[in-house]
């Protein structure tokens, strides 16, 4: 009876290991599984290439034998930027394709669709696509860390930049009718107060809206010296552009979703670009600043093997390539512990990380009350063949 006694232990004690318990869905032996879902179509498809860099580095992680000897089944879906598709994306991961985690969810519409459900389910969604304030809160988020420095944060960047530079201007501010967009209207309200209403004038439009040439025209109109375009690449492209047709000679902002060349620059044409600014985590691959960089190299090596034929030029990309990186440091940090337990503290663990593209001084650094994997910036503009960084690197924390 002893002897029986000691294999039945010795069973359970394995089958209730890190990596084998029954409760933990997604990990075997030899893989973990996890779960993403992008814009891949859509009015967010530029953005949705971030899901693309995500992969291409996966697959080079894999190539290389995967983590603690795992590789990753990275499954992605497909939501068009629609809420509704999100939800049943998210509950086909969860229940059919039984992920361990979500990893990179990218879309604030459709996060907030889905943030509810995977809370209910235990199931962490770490480093999520979207900088909506609101996933700051670690108390009704408590499963949830951010990939983007948040909007909230880095519209304070933009209007103190612009109280700065344009003290006694007019601000105008084009803004997407969601969660993103109302976002960084709200954070020129929080930074300017009183003056809010005197300084800024504002204009909205939908993601299912062809064109938004006459909200542009519109804001012209008002005689705003700067224009603030918070929204997704498509439509700060057109908005870049009329406003050049048109005239406009603002101070153009646009916010670091739409900060890509290939994404939302080359659209709205790179002449018609050029003065833009953007607040930026990373070094830009045009740069001849970074040409000899090793972390530089290294993506561009990288871009030429599992990217090919793609445009470099698109940061969503390398977005997407720095989002493999933090995932391979969190999996490391894990060890033979992949219960989501763990996961999601390890996620919330991250010390002093440097991710090799990124500007220098920009360090990753999470804990159990702050979520934000981002919360530095630094200010660059478009010179018309490259971005040129200026000032210091700013802090959330100090905003």
């Known amino acids: 009876m002893l002897v029986k006694w000691k294999i039945v232990a010795a069973l359970t004690l394995f089958l209730s290991g890190p990596a084998f318990a029954a409760e933990e869905p997604g990990v075997t032996a030899t893989e973990i599984k996890i779960g993403g879902v992008f814009p891949f179509s859509g009015p967010a498809s530029s953005i949705g290439l971030v899901g693309k860099g995500l992969m291409a580095y996966i697959q080079a992680l894999n190539d290389r034998g995967g983590v603690n000897g795992r590789k990753i089944n990275y ?47 235990g199931v962490p969604s770490v480093a999520i ?43 105008a501010i084009l803004y997407q009718n969601d969660d993103l967009g109302k976002d960084y209207l709200a954070a020129f309200k929080a930074f300017l107060g009183k003056d809010f209403d005197r300084k800024v004038v504002s204009a909205s439009y939908e993601v299912t809206e062809p064109t938004i040439d006459s909200q542009i025209t519109n804001l012209k ?7 603030v375009i918070a929204g997704t690449p498509k439509f700060a492209a057109q908005a870049i552009r009329q406003a050049s047709v048109i005239g406009w000679k603002a101070t153009v902002i646009i916010n670091f979703p ?49 990217l090919q034929g793609a445009d470099i030029t698109n940061g969503s990309y390398l977005t997407g390539y720095q989002q493999g990186i933090l995932l391979e440091q969190i999996l490391k940090q894990c060890g033979d512990d992949l219960s989501r337990k763990n996961i999601l503290a390890q996620a919330k663990n991250l010390k002093d990380v440097v991710v090799p593209t990124v500007l220098p001084g920009i360090k990753v650094n999470t804990s159990e009350t702050e979520n934000m994997i981002w919360t530095q910036m630094r200010l660059q503009r478009w010179t018309g063949t490259t971005w040129q960084a200026f000032g210091e690197v700013l802090d959330a924390r100090s905003e």
């Open 75 to 121: 499954i992605a879906y497909d939501d068009g930027y629609s809420p509704p598709k999100a939800v049943e994306h998210v509950r086909k991961l969860v229940e059919s394709d039984e992920v361990s985690f979500m990893f990179g969810q990218l879309g604030t519409p459709g996060i907030s669709a889905t943030a509810k459900y995977l809370k209910a389910k």
């Open 129 to 171: 696509v979207s900088g909506s304030s609101k996933f700051t809160d670690v108390t009704n988020y408590p499963l949830i860390t951010t990939g983007l420095v948040s909007y909230d944060t880095e519209g304070k960047i933009y209007a103190k930049y612009l109280t700065r530079t344009l003290p006694n201007a007019k601000y």
């Open 221 to 227: 109109s008002s005689g705003a010296e700067a224009l």
């Open 258 to 306: 739409s900060g890509s060349v290939g994404g939302t620059l080359a659209p709205a044409g790179l002449d018609k670009s050029v003065g833009v600014i953007v607040g930026t985590t990373n070094k830009d691959v045009l740069d001849e600043t970074w040409k000899g960089d090793p972390g530089m190299q290294a993506y561009r090596a990288f871009f030429d093997k599992y």
